[in-house]
């Protein structure tokens, strides 16, 4: 079942090693964001003007959600597969698996709206504090050029240096493959140079004609908040209820950002 979670998602990947465990028991999680402290200053008398800004901390405090779903294995299948050795056909609990991973990954790149629109939780993209608005197309190939050089102008803009991941849809990253006019070089070539050192991923979470470029190595950027990593429990129904094998595959957990500098979100490509 764990295999089946780690098949093809990209949005642990953006988090890289800014995942923090917190205990099992925890239902919220609560976090500070600091607004940007005016510049430093130079004097040559020591200890020279007072350079100190009043300390105003934002605490958040979010619910950890509980990302789950259930299945049921025959209790003869189960008989079967002991009698006689055969391996049990887990094909349902894969799939199950595979639909709780694939909830993660919308949730870490997108977040969580119950109506569709108002986001009770943001993802990356919704928490994105740059913003790449320019249409720049990728039908037109020398557009993703100038796409990528924008959205790193703005992370540079912020003082976030390479290297970077970039996330796009199905429909952009075939896009990438023609080589530039009268190269050599694929556009996809191009821009994993211009990411210095980081990704390009895919994703049919991230909606068609848009992007993501974040920071690829994020600590105290953003982190992925874990209570509880894949987990699975199982137990025997009643015999009232068949007497059949019941199990659940969850994952409780909660993408934090704090510095929403740090990712760029590209709305129209």
């Not at 025959?74 to 698996?97: I, M, Q």
């Not at 996809?188 to 690829?216: C, Y």
């Not at 199990?247 to 590209?266: E, F, Q, T, W």
Request: aromatic fraction near 8%; glycine fraction near 8%.
């Amino acid at each position: 079942a764990v295999m089946a979670a780690r098949r093809v998602f990209v949005g642990r990947k953006l988090f890289g090693g800014s995942v923090r465990k917190i205990d099992s028991g925890a239902q919220t999680y609560g976090y500070d964001t600091l607004t940007e402290v005016s510049a430093a200053s130079l004097d040559f008398n020591w200890p020279g003007r007072l350079s100190l800004d009043a300390i105003n901390l934002a605490r958040t405090t979010v619910p950890i959600p509980n990302l789950h779903k259930e299945f049921e294995i025959n209790k003869l299948d189960l008989a079967a597969s002991r009698l006689s050795g055969t391996p049990l056909n887990t094909t349902t609990s894969d799939s199950v698996a595979y639909k709780v991973a694939m909830l993660e990954d919308s949730l870490l790149l997108l977040g969580y709206a119950a109506d569709g629109t108002n986001y009770e939780i943001n993802g990356l993209y919704n928490a994105a504090g740059n913003s790449e608005a320019t249409n720049l197309d990728y039908g037109t190939p020398a557009n993703i050029i100038t796409s990528v050089n924008n959205s790193k102008a703005l992370l540079l803009a912020d003082h976030i240096v390479p290297p970077y991941n970039l996330t796009l849809h199905p429909d952009q990253y075939t896009q990438l493959f023609p080589l530039i006019a009268n190269t050599a070089v694929s556009y996809m070539q191009w821009v994993e140079q211009a990411l210095q050192g980081g990704a390009v991923n895919v994703s049919p979470t991230i909606t068609a004609g848009t992007g993501l470029m974040t920071k690829a190595n994020p600590a105290g950027m953003f982190e992925y908040v874990l209570a509880e990593d894949f987990s699975t429990e199982t137990e025997i129904t009643s015999v009232k209820s068949g007497g059949n094998l019941f199990g659940r595959h969850y994952i409780r957990g909660l993408p934090v950002v704090y510095d929403a500098n740090s990712i760029c979100k590209m709305t129209t490509i």
